[in-house]
T-cell receptor
């Protein structure tokens, strides 16, 4: 049973426009959600996180929105830049567990 | 060296070989992790160590044997692997404190089992 799901394997967006990456979860015990970005031949790097007591967290061009009632979160990147082309992973933790549970990832391609 | 360093970056081994993956973190973190990334699958947690003690084993087959001699080093010993074990093995570390448990990952070791 996959507790964190990213249903879109890929997304293509034009440079300068907004990229929206989505993530759904099933475990209501999760209390932190994180987004990671991964380039080929590199490990995932942390982008932004949000606590379950908030509904929005912003850091520069990156904003994460959390809808607890829908068990859904999204990452908005605006404006999108060519360097944003990567695989993005959604992850969650909580319920007293230390580990991060990851989604399958979404490959984002920013077209010039 | 900074961050989390993994060696080797690439490894090809036969099913009867014994090899080891090494991970070293230079961040002063207390927790270390092994994750496995197979094609088109989520990252799967394998093991968690806190202050050198194993605190989680995610039902990993015994052909994978972790070792954590201190809080900065983590090994994954491999023996009699199967072709389906071919994957990217990622090491990570974290402070292990309350709040968002931000993991810092290494670049991974790409394993191919023939």
């Amino acid at each position: 049973d996959q507790q964190v799901k990213q249903n879109s394997p890929s997304l293509s967006v034009q440079e300068g426009r907004i990229s929206i990456l989505n993530c759904d979860y099933t475990n209501s015990m999760f209390d932190y959600f994180l987004w990671y970005k991964k380039y080929p031949a590199e490990g995932p790097t942390f982008l932004i996180s949000i606590s379950s007591i908030k509904d929005k967290n912003e850091d520069g061009r990156f904003t994460v929105f959390l809808n607890k009632s829908a068990k859904h979160l999204s990452l908005h990147i605006v404006p999108s830049q060519p360097g944003d082309s990567a695989v993005y992973f959604c992850a969650a933790s909580g319920g007293g567990a230390q580990k991060l549970v990851f989604g399958q990832g979404t490959r984002l391609t920013i077209n010039p | 060296e900074t961050g989390v360093t993994q060696t080797p970056r690439h490894l090809v081994m036969g099913m009867t070989n014994k090899k080891s993956l090494k991970c070293e973190q230079h961040l002063g973190h207390n927790a270390m992790y092994w994750y496995k990334q197979s094609a088109k699958k989520p990252l799967e947690l394998m093991f968690v160590y806190n202050f050198k003690e194993q605190t989680e084993n995610n039902s990993v087959p015994s052909r994978f044997s972790p070792e954590c001699p201190n809080s900065s080093h983590l090994f994954l010993h491999l023996h009699t692997l199967q072709p389906e074990d071919s994957a990217l093995y990622l090491c990570a570390s974290s402070q292990g404190s309350a709040g968002a448990n931000v993991l810092t990952f290494g670049a991974g070791s790409r394993l191919t089992v023939l």
